[in-house]
């Protein structure tokens, strides 16, 4: 439990740990139909098929962006890691639909707190991929970022390591 959290706070080693803000199954970003994130034009990361449809932080920080259509959302971890969550592809054709958005931009959050609601059947119905993309956003701000889990995660695994 401690490790977890000094890993969070950067524990004085440069690396910053992100925590999976979903529960499923995780796959390589090259996994990903969408090229945009599949290429990493918005940067590195994993994506991660759902189980379940919550989202919550997966770090200390400030929601930059909520998207109105409840689709995505991006935090800035106290230690300026820019995380962008997707819940699945081409989704904000749903205008919300679907969605539960429980916070706004500007509002301060910690790990593991509930962001986003979703209904993966109701998407899925209508012919979306629920996968969601992880991405840490300024990647080219860091030495390294390091997507580390494939597999099975919970909501708070370790997913990816970010180098100072």
Same mark, same amino acid.
């Given at each position: 439990m401690f490790e977890k959290i000094k890993n969070m706070l950067g524990g004085g080693n440069g690396v910053f740990v992100?925590?999976?803000?979903?529960? %499923?199954?995780a796959v390589p970003m090259s996994e990903v139909s969408d090229p945009t994130f599949r290429? %990493?034009?918005?940067?590195?990361?994993?994506?991660? /098929?759902?189980?379940? %449809?919550? =989202?919550?932080?997966?770090?200390? %920080?400030?929601?930059? =962006?909520?998207?109105?259509?409840?689709?995505?959302?991006a935090i800035t971890s106290k230690d300026g890691v820019e995380v962008l969550i997707h819940v699945g592809i081409d989704t904000? /054709?749903?205008?919300?639909?679907?969605?539960? =958005?429980?916070? /706004?931009t500007g509002d301060k959050v910690k790990a593991g707190d509930l962001l986003i609601e979703f209904d993966i059947e109701g998407i899925e119905s209508g012919g979306y991929d629920t996968v969601t993309p992880v991405v840490i956003a300024n990647t080219g701000s860091w030495k390294l970022v390091e997507p580390k889990t494939e597999g099975k995660v919970a909501e708070l695994d370790e997913i990816i390591n970010v180098h100072k």
């Open positions: 992100i925590l999976s803000p979903i529960a %499923g199954e290429d %990493g034009m918005l940067g590195a990361g994993v994506a991660i /098929k759902p189980s379940s %449809g919550r =989202v919550v932080s997966p770090v200390d %920080g400030t929601l930059s =962006v909520v998207f109105q259509t409840g689709h995505a959302v904000v /054709k749903l205008k919300g639909e679907h969605f539960n =958005v429980h916070v /706004k």
